[in-house]
Nanobody
């Protein structure tokens, strides 16, 4: 069993930056594909980025967001730059026991509770 806890969300002006953190307990993260998703009100959960053998980004955040991980700290990060009002959402980290990285929510076995990011215009 893996428990994931996100932090780092908040209110930021358009053009600003935030760094989200996701700390895992129960298992070492080095054996998992880790990903970030987000969900805006009334919308489906949207894939943003994964970190496994390599990294991969959704087009909507490529060049603005960076996923990284510190396996020694059992932590994965999402650095978000050049934020836009449309980035406003609850952000979730997720862990997948399979080595095959995926952008589908169905592939992920464990989820955090989410952290709210609000970008004002």
């Amino acid at each position: 069993q893996v428990q994931l806890v996100e932090s780092g969300g908040g209110l930021v002006q358009a053009g600003g930056s935030l760094r989200l953190s996701c700390v895992a307990s129960g298992r070492t993260l080095s054996n998992y594909v880790m990903a970030w998703f987000r969900q805006a009100p009334g919308k489906e959960r949207e894939f943003l980025a994964w970190s496994g053998a390599n990294t991969y980004y959704a087009d909507s955040v490529k060049g603005r967001f960076t996923i990284s991980r510190d396996n020694a700290k059992n932590t994965v990060y999402l650095q978000m730059n050049s934020l836009k009002p449309e980035d406003t959402a609850v952000y979730y980290c997720a862990a997948d026991r399979s080595p095959l990285a995926s952008s589908s929510t169905k592939a992920y076995d464990y989820w955090g509770q989410g952290t709210q990011v609000t970008v004002s215009s």
